[in-house]
């Protein structure tokens, strides 16, 4: 048995051999000239095939998931506008309904401050009138006191004055002579 061997071409050629090396002359099949009328033949068919099969199949199919992409993207846009907007209008709202609430509270407060203000100058006004009625009637009571007292040292004074004479003069001396020598001598 007896084997050949065929020797690898050498940097730099182009692939095809020549009868020194082998005897038989083999040409690269994409590279042999001969086949490029059928290979352009194929060629375009497979491209024409190809270009059939991505412009009526793949390519609608593509299209039509980048529309329904952009129809949901243009969709969640203007719901997202929407809702801007729907939150811009309860905000506004809100802010309208605290101010209203803020006057509201202010002038509720300053009626009722009012009111509170009324009611204690009416209670002070009774109260004072109460506190002054009392102080009068006190003040009577005093000077009913003072005069039953007043009355009470005139007969103090009178009855010491007739101890004292008695125990000067060591005589007696009467409640009418007193009474009149103590008038004579307030006058």
């Known amino acids: 048995m007896a084997t050949t061997t065929e020797a690898a071409p050498a940097e730099g050629t182009t692939g095809e051999s020549t009868e020194a090396e082998g005897g038989a002359h083999h040409v690269f099949p994409p590279l042999d000239s001969k086949t490029f009328p059928s290979q352009l033949f194929w060629l375009v068919i497979f491209f024409a095939a190809l270009y059939l099969l991505m412009s009526r199949m793949v390519l609608p199919r593509i299209a039509a998931i980048l529309e329904a992409r952009k129809n949901q993207i243009d969709g969640d846009l203007a719901r997202a506008s929407a809702l801007k907007d729907e939150t811009e209008k309860t905000l506004q709202s809100y802010q309208k309904a605290l101010s209203d609430a803020r006057g509201n509270a202010t002038d509720i407060a300053k009626t009722t401050r009012d009111k509170v203000d009324g009611d204690v100058n009416a209670k002070r006004a009774a109260l004072?009138?109460?506190?002054?009625?009392?102080?009068?009637?006190?003040?009577?009571?005093?000077?009913?006191?003072?005069?039953?007292?007043?009355e009470s040292v005139h007969d103090i004074a009178s009855d010491t004055a007739a101890e004292?004479?008695?125990?000067?003069?060591?005589?007696?001396?009467?409640?009418?002579?007193?009474?009149?020598?103590?008038?004579?001598?307030?006058?």
């Open 164 to 187: 004292i004479v008695a125990s000067l003069t060591g005589g007696k001396v009467t409640k009418t002579a007193l009474s009149k020598a103590l008038a004579d001598a307030k006058s």
């Open 128 to 150: 004072d009138a109460t506190l002054a009625e009392k102080v009068a009637s006190a003040e009577a009571a005093v000077a009913k006191s003072k005069a039953k007292a007043m």
